[in-house]
């Protein structure tokens, strides 16, 4: 699949089953990934890559929408960077206009959705594999103390094609966080908790400990109304 209006391929990801979460550990650090379960999802469709500052640049000038905070930042403000600073309301928005444009209902993955699109059926702590290697994702531990382009690190491609699920940026999901969500939502389609106070973010980051933060099922969280300078957009669609 192929969103024109932007030049963005989306990997389909067939209907099925898959590992979500993480074996306990005994560490509270990984309690919100407990207990891990197999989960059924329908078939969908998810971005290839991340937006990039110049895709979301498209909606900015068309929309008269606010610019993220920091496109004047070297480090961040490429137009082959994937773009950062949005909040869940402003990923919306840009989805919103996107699907209006197309005629199509463009969303942002659930975390279950992207989980699979990371892992794929293997259960792997990483996209790659259960070994960290830094050489693979763009965090803390690579040195570039900056984003990276799109697509830099093939290396660390997951089993379904999709590109920096490990670092670069975190991705924004629809689900509110909730600590013990895996032990009380459904095992099909799962969308988490019905409110809360922060989204799911999910993929760790250029200045996240990428060892820990990027593996496939590190679970974290961030307020909706507030954009951060690690935090991205990928885009999803049903099939």
């Not at 999910?202 to 954009?227: D, L, M, Q, T, V």
Request: charged share 20%.
């Amino acid at each position: 699949m192929h969103i024109e209006t932007l030049d963005y391929p989306l990997i389909h990801i067939p209907a099925g089953a898959f590992t979500m979460g993480t074996i306990p550990t005994g560490m509270r650090k990984t309690d919100p990934e407990e207990p891990q379960r197999s989960v059924t999802l329908d078939a969908y469709a998810i971005g290839t890559f991340q937006v990039t500052n110049a895709q979301y640049a498209r909606f900015v000038e068309a929309t008269e929408y606010a610019q993220p905070p920091f496109w004047d930042d070297e480090r961040l403000n490429a137009p082959d960077f994937p773009v950062v600073g949005v909040s869940w309301y402003d990923a919306v928005n840009f989805l919103e206009w996107l699907g209006a444009l197309e005629d199509v209902a463009y969303r942002l993955p659930s975390e279950a959705e992207w989980e699979k699109a990371a892992r794929g059926t293997n259960a792997w702590e990483y996209p790659w594999g259960n070994t960290w290697d830094a050489s693979r994702a763009n965090t803390s531990e690579s040195g570039n103390k900056r984003l990276m382009p799109v697509g830099s690190y093939p290396s660390g491609v997951s089993p379904h094609g999709c590109y920096d699920m490990a670092g670069n940026a975190y991705d924004w999901c629809f689900d509110w966080f909730h600590m013990e969500a895996y032990k009380y939502s459904s095992a099909e389609n799962p969308l988490g908790a019905s409110e809360g106070r922060r989204k799911v973010i999910r993929g760790g980051s250029w200045i996240a400990r990428g060892e820990f933060a990027a593996r496939c099922a590190n679970r974290a969280a961030y307020e909706p109304i507030r954009g951060l300078h690690s935090v991205g957009i990928r885009i999803a669609v049903d099939m």
